[in-house]
Every structure is written in C-alpha cells, then in structure tokens.
C-alpha cells in the first residue's frame, strides 16, 4: 500500500534562517505532488506541484521553492523565512485525474 | 480556472440530527469533487469522490453526498451527526486533464451533544 511521510512534526525557526521540509511517498511511481499551506487552521493554498522529477509548477510568487530530486520524493525550501511564512505545512499525493490526493501529517512551522 | 466555494464557517448541529455541508463548484468542463475531514493538527483524510455514474456517492464513517450538475453543486451529507463528527471538513475540485487539485476554505462542524 501507499504511504506518505512528512517530516518535521513542528519547526520554530527564527527569521532569515533556511528551511527544508521533505515529503516522500512510498508504494506508487510517478506520484503528482503537491504542497499546500494552510494558514489559521482554514483555508488550503496550494504552493505547488509536480507531475515529474524537475517539473514544479509555482502557484503564487511567494519566499519559497520546491525541488523533486527523486520520483517520490519532494522538497520545499526557503532561504531566508519571513514571520509571513509562519503555517501549517502539508505535502500530498495523488495518481491521475480523477483520483484522490493522499496527504501527509503536516508540519508545523513557527517563524519567530 | 477551477474554484470551490463553501458559503458558511461553521454549521452547528444536535448530535443525532442530520448533517448538510454545503460546496459549490466552477469548473471548465466535467468535474471530479471530493470531500476531505481535518481534525486538529493533522492531515486531511479522505472521505468520498464522484467521478461519474450515480449522483448519490456515500463514503466513509457514514457520509454521502450528492452531485448536482445543474446547480454546481456537491453537498456533503450524513444522516445522523455524532459527536465525533466534530471537525474541519473540505471540498475539492479537479477538472478533466487538469492536475491542480483546488480546495475550498473549509467548513468547521460543530456537533453539540
């Protein structure tokens, strides 16, 4: 069976450190990924997504980055954090078009 | 551009009365919806999808909901709440061909005992 592992649980970082979160899927190949920022414990805001190794579709111009170096393994960064970038952190799977997305447990980083 | 919208924060209901959440949609072309649940600090689980076929799709831990194409609807049903239920429940939407999965804000439920 599939399974996704997000790590960190939860992360303070202060401002104008780097960050990484790793996201990696096991038990599917050429996954679509996807990481979405939740603020407030509300909405979702998907910040982006790959359909392959190197593809990375961008949503919305922001301080971060995501890289896919492996087939199942996904990567989001920044180089410097902004309090702004204070959220909940989920990373999530799914196949082809009309199938669900399989999510993480998220991260929860705190910009201090 | 695909959307969802979920009109209402929070739905208050007695525990064993039903339950409706409320999605709308906007879409180019056929729609696949899904309905997801969050409970504090987790990840979101997965609870149904329509893809085709019969309007009426029912789900895990009792729920159903019901696709209505002509209002643009996907309603999120289940006939008798318990308080379990108590959660952060969301609607999506993916057109055909397209790999953005779009999310709606998300309803709170609140089940009183």
């Known amino acids: 069976s599939q399974t996704i592992h997000q790590w960190p649980a939860t992360l303070v970082q202060p401002v104008g450190s780097p960050l990484s979160l790793e996201c990696t899927v096991e038990g599917t190949s050429n996954p679509n990924l996807y990481w979405y920022r939740q603020a407030a414990g509300r909405g979702l805001q998907l910040l982006f997504y790959?359909?392959?190794?190197?593809?990375i579709s961008s949503e919305v111009p922001q301080n971060l980055s995501a890289s896919r170096p492996q087939d199942r393994q996904f990567i989001l960064s920044s180089k410097k954090l902004l309090l702004s970038d204070s959220g909940f952190y989920l990373c999530?799977?799914?196949?082809?078009?009309?199938?669900?997305?399989?999510f993480g447990q998220g991260t929860r980083l705190t910009v201090v | 551009a695909q959307s969802v919208a979920q009109p209402e924060d929070q739905v208050n209901v007695a525990e064993g009365n039903p339950l409706t959440v409320k999605c709308t949609y906007s879409v180019s072309g056929n729609p696949y919806l899904f309905w997801y649940v969050q409970y504090p600090n987790r990840g979101l689980q997965f609870l149904l999808k329509y893809i085709t076929g019969d309007n009426l799709v029912k789900g895990s831990y009792g729920f159903e909901a019901e696709f209505n194409k002509s209002q643009t609807s996907f309603h999120l049903k289940k006939p008798s709440a318990l308080v379990s239920d108590s959660a952060l429940y969301f609607c999506a939407v993916r057109g055909y061909g397209n790999n953005r999965l779009a999310f709606g804000k998300g309803n709170q439920v609140v089940v009183i005992p």
């Open positions: 790959s359909v392959g190794i190197g593809q």
């Open positions: 999530a799977w799914g196949g082809q078009f009309n199938t669900e997305a399989f």
